[in-house]
């Protein structure tokens, strides 16, 4: 049974500041990482995709992934009001072969 | 580039009914997948529809079904409805080739209420 875990928040940071979302994940045949954003009411809205170990940058957003410790981050600069919204966490194995297993999501707030 | 659509937008329904969703791809994409989001559970894998095929299922009981077109969109069927099926579902598609990096891009979902 594979498992996505990620904390429910509600993550509370200023504005201007660093948030970081955590995900651990419990299948290490899992190949494929993906951030998705949930504004309330509204479909998930792709953030980032990562596939190896390390740091992809993209705009005001870095993913992480470290596979040895089944653990992917990502880390929002200079947090802006729109960002407050849920964060997803998904990941798929290799070859395409399923659908994606997404963690509950991290409710997040940015305080003006 | 239109995106993943979905209709209806909303759908009321009483118990023991059917329900019929409905999904069109973003053009070039063949893959459809289907997902429950309800509440408290989290999004969860219903479907994945490759080429007219289906190629996996969630853990979902068989009265949850559907079918691929061959112009890719797709049709989710719920069949004799029960109470715990009120969610949100999540289409999405993604250009399948085989490998991992496939990106799911979602639709907009369907309200799905039982009465």
């Known amino acids: 049974q594979k498992e996505v875990e990620q904390n429910s928040g509600p993550l509370s940071v200023p504005e201007g500041a660093i948030a970081s979302l955590n995900c651990t994940y419990s299948d290490r045949v899992s190949q494929s990482f993906f951030w998705y954003r949930q504004y309330s009411g509204k479909s998930p809205e792709l953030i980032m995709s990562i596939y190896s170990n390390g740091d992809k940058e993209d705009g005001r957003f870095t993913a992480q992934l470290n596979k040895a410790s089944q653990y992917v981050s990502l880390l929002i600069r200079d947090s802006q009001p729109s960002d407050s919204a849920t964060y997803l966490c998904a990941v798929k194995e290799g070859g395409g072969a399923d659908g994606l297993t997404f963690g509950k999501g991290t409710h997040l707030i940015i305080q003006p | 580039e239109a995106g993943v659509t979905q209709s209806p937008t909303h759908l009321i329904k009483t118990r023991g009914q059917q329900a019929t969703l409905r999904c069109s791809p973003i053009?070039?994409?063949?893959?459809v997948y289907w997902y429950q989001q309800a509440l408290g559970l989290g999004l969860q894998f219903l479907l994945w529809?490759?080429?007219?095929?289906?190629?996996n299922r969630g853990n979902f009981p068989p009265r949850f079904s559907g079918r691929q077109f061959p112009n890719y969109s797709s049709e989710l069927n719920v069949n004799a409805l029960e109470l715990e099926d009120s969610a949100l579902y999540l289409c999405?598609?993604?250009?399948?080739?085989?490998?991992?990096?496939?990106?799911?891009?979602f639709g907009p979902g369907t309200r799905l209420t039982v009465l």
């Open positions: 529809y490759d080429e007219g095929e289906e190629r």
């Open positions: 053009s070039g994409h063949t893959s």
């Open positions: 999405a598609s993604s250009p399948y080739r085989k490998t991992s990096t496939d990106t799911q891009y």
